[in-house]
């Protein structure tokens, strides 16, 4: 399980303080991570992308940002499973992607995205203008302050935010 700390653990300053918890079963697989686990983590790499962001090391913010996108979703797909149901074994397969949009496929988010995107157009335009554009290819690449920035406010807005969208349906 995976420990968030609490506020006054944090430092106030955006300097990175090492408040980064491992999964403490098995070696952090994804075998071993279940929901609250990729809550905590979505969350736990939210802040680590502003830190990031806010000193300069866009690469990492740009990558971090799209990383809590694909925690929060395989937050949602885990909801959508049961206790003690077996689970679909192609569904199960298939989320062991680093793929967005087959991710909000499988946590069957498309139609909710579109829905809401009608109403919320900035959204939608943050899910398809940046947030697909990511990759998990993106922690080899380089990626400037703008194109950091942009990714990080589409996924952290407030009131606009792909992750604030995933909250509601985790």
Same mark, same amino acid.
């Given at each position: ?7 006054? /653990?944090?430092?106030?300053? @955006? =300097?990175?303080?090492?408040? *980064? !918890? ?5 070696? $952090?697989?994804? &075998?071993?991570?279940?929901?609250? /686990?990729?809550?905590?983590? @979505? =969350?736990?790499?939210?802040? *680590? !992308? ?5 000193? $300069?090391?866009? &690469? ?22 049961q206790q003690y149901d077996f689970p679909d074994r192609d569904a199960v397969n298939r989320s062991y992607t680093h793929n967005l949009n087959q991710l909000l496929e499988i946590a069957g988010l498309r139609a909710q ?58």
């Amino acid at each position: 399980m995976v420990e968030v700390p609490s506020e006054t /653990d944090r430092a106030p300053t @955006a =300097r990175y303080t090492g408040h *980064d !918890a491992a999964p403490a079963r098995g070696a $952090g697989c994804a &075998d071993d991570v279940n929901r609250s /686990d990729f809550q905590a983590l @979505a =969350r736990l790499r939210s802040e *680590d !992308a502003r830190c990031l962001l806010e000193n $300069g090391r866009f &690469d990492g913010a740009y990558y971090l940002a799209g990383y809590v996108v694909e925690c929060a979703l395989k937050a949602c797909i885990a909801r959508n499973v049961q206790q003690y149901d077996f689970p679909d074994r192609d569904a199960v397969n298939r989320s062991y992607t680093h793929n967005l949009n087959q991710l909000l496929e499988i946590a069957g988010l498309r139609a909710q995205l579109a829905a809401d995107g009608k109403a919320d157009t900035t959204l939608l335009s943050n899910w398809n203008n940046h947030v697909t554009k990511w990759s998990e290819r993106s922690r080899y690449e380089t990626h400037g302050q703008a194109e950091a920035r942009e990714l990080y406010d589409a996924v952290s807005d407030p009131a606009h935010g792909v992750f604030q969208w995933l909250l509601r349906h985790w």
